[in-house]
């Protein structure tokens, strides 16, 4: 059996009933070295493999290698594993080797879930996901999609905001968005969702860049009814209260 | 202590830790009739505030009441309370009448990342959620979000996709889709996911309206790359494989 596990956010108390069983019934556990981490007490019995960031098709065809020889075998990210994380990567390999695994896909909840949880209430309405990493799409496609989002007045979380690598994408996003969305417009940004040293911080599209963004931070930009009340960044359903 | 509590698509398995916590440490819980039924084991002790649909509003303002009598409130709906749930309208009610409470919002798997889950891998890429409802939401608007998530390529979360007062908003959002994606676009049609009864459908948005949709109906629309294999819907990250 290959299970491809969402542990959450990171603390133990937001992963569900589901993906520890997932973890506990496994021989093998395949993970990116931080998500490993954030499980270890779990798995001390375990056989482990383990690489670092970018080895992710290697890590994932061993997994489907190993589960193909009959072991129980569970792929963790954090977050849920189908939202820009192992389950599609899985997949693609069984699919590319025409393979019939027994697989079970667990989730979890997303950074961007837990990092609204923090900030109040900010994708009660419409929203979108985009990540701004262009390692692997284009980043014509990703800007076309900025654009779209905003156009649509959609609450928009942004995956991946900022690495070393592509450190100015962020003030692209930011110039984009400006082009639809006021200056005004409440900005909530989460650095370590749900996790230790979690930062909160609620400002605006015009002020966002004065803050700290890196590859663990959530940025959720609001939509023109969104506003900020005491510590909670807040986006109407549209209810009268 | 006011708690806004997700409990997940449904099933004890997928709820975390966190929500079940904060459900045994409150006095009071509150929720529509569905959402208790599904914690009823863990709540036979306490006082239940239950009412039906389309009365969040006096529910949720009965539940802030509590918490400022200094009662531990437990306010549950299914999914993420975030996400077109009891958060926002509970932190509205709460600045509307500039109250100072404690408040926590405990995440919950979304509806979006179980039926996924059961689909395979579909929300892999940037995608968008998108609720058909109109009770508090213009049409036009609805329609435009379609429109301009359409044309982004986005893979589209539909929620709300029927009810009986508005059996053709589906009928509508198909026709927008059909502008900008191909009637061979791969669908994912999940009924009651992750509960009892759940029925997982992979179609396309040429043929989709052949199968059965309503409230409890999660739809998502693949975006250009999507593919079906086996039992799996797929949308590829852009990994070689």
Redesign the interface.
Known sequence: MLYVVGI??GN???????AL?AICKSDTIVGYKTYIDLVKEHISEKEVVVNGMRG??ERC?RAVELASEGKNVAVISSG??????M??????????KEL?LD?E??????SA??A???L????????????LSD???DFE??K??LS??A????VICLFNPKSKGRPAHIDKAREILLKHKSVDTVVGIVNNA?REGEKVTITTLGKMLEHHIDMTTMVVIGNSNT?K??D?M????????
Not at 12 to 18: G, I, N, P, V, W
Not at 105 to 110: A, L, M, N, Q
Not at 234 to 241: A, K, L, W
């Open positions: 959450g956010p133990k108390e937001e992963m569900t009933a589901h069983n992710e098709v065809t849920d594993p189908g939202v820009y994380a389950s599609g990567l899985v997949l693609e390999i069984v699919a590319a019939d697989i896909i667990v989730p979890g909840i997303t879930n837990g609204s949880a923090s109040g209430a900010p994708i009660m309405h419409d929203h979108a996901y985009i990540s390692l692997l799409t496609l990703i076309k999609r779209l989002a156009e649509g007045d959609f749900k506003y009340y005491k909670f807040i986006t109407p359903r549209g209810y009268q209260v």
